[in-house]
């Protein structure tokens, strides 16, 4: 099993939808949780930190579960520059190393 | 401030040839990351460096990778006997480590693109 799983997609959803992406991981121990944005042929860059309550930056809400080692990313009031792929991160301790999962592709269409 | 800097961005080599990538980390980053990616697929992460640690090799596909990190700044990614599978985007990042914890960010390069005729 990876320790980072998430669902490839594609999700393809017209502007304006409400988009919701999790990610599983493996070792119950992990402390650190991130989503990174990837655009085509481009570099991954963070799109925001997971914290324990949840958090919130406009359109985009991270959640944490820890009892069922899952985060989520809920996107709200799509555009189409959201097109990307999103990238689920966990890192075993506060500042080591980081794991990445596969990525998962949202198109979103006029 | 500068970002992550590799180098070079392209690199077109022929089969069974050596090749050197080097990364440039955020000067104060302890934490540098070496993954590759081919077209359509995920990061696959390959060697990780945390200040003066011994680096985590548990990616490296074979032995005929091999990266360093010297006086923990900038790194060199060597692989020999190139084949055509290693053809692939290179990416390396940087992050504050420890002493980011929690909000510990990596800052990725813009990649070195390998293609092995």
């Known amino acids: 099993r990876k320790e980072v799983e998430q669902d490839p997609g594609p999700f393809n959803v017209p502007e304006g939808a409400t988009v919701a992406f999790n990610c599983t991981y493996s070792?119950?121990?992990?402390?650190?949780f991130f989503w990174y944005r990837q655009d085509c042929r481009k570099e991954p860059k963070l799109l925001m930190s997971?914290?324990?309550s949840g958090n919130e930056d406009g359109r985009f809400t991270a959640q944490l579960n820890r009892a069922s080692q899952y985060i989520s990313l809920l996107i709200r009031d799509s555009k189409l520059s959201d097109s990307a792929t999103y990238l689920c991160v966990v890192q075993r301790k506060r500042g080591g190393k980081s794991t990445f999962g596969d990525g998962t592709t949202l198109t979103v269409k006029p | 401030g500068a970002g992550v800097s590799q180098s070079p961005s392209n690199k077109v080599t022929e089969k069974g040839k050596d090749v050197e990538l080097r990364c440039d980390p955020i000067?104060?980053?302890?934490?540098l990351y070496w993954y590759r990616q081919s077209l359509g697929q995920g990061l696959e992460f390959l060697i990780y460096?945390?200040?003066?640690?011994?680096?985590?090799k548990s990616g490296l596909p074979s032995d005929r990778f091999s990266a360093e990190r010297t006086g923990g700044s900038v790194s060199t990614l060597t692989i020999q006997r190139t084949q055509q599978e290693d053809s692939a985007v290179y990416l390396c990042?940087?992050?504050?480590?420890?002493?980011?914890?929690?909000?510990?960010?990596?800052?990725f390069g813009p990649g070195t693109r390998l293609t092995v005729l």
């Open positions: 070792n119950s121990a992990s402390q650190s």
């Open positions: 990042a940087s992050s504050l480590g420890w002493a980011g914890g929690s909000t510990d960010t990596q800052y």
């Open positions: 997971v914290y324990s």
């Open positions: 460096f945390q200040g003066n640690s011994a680096p985590d």
């Open positions: 000067s104060g980053h302890t934490a």
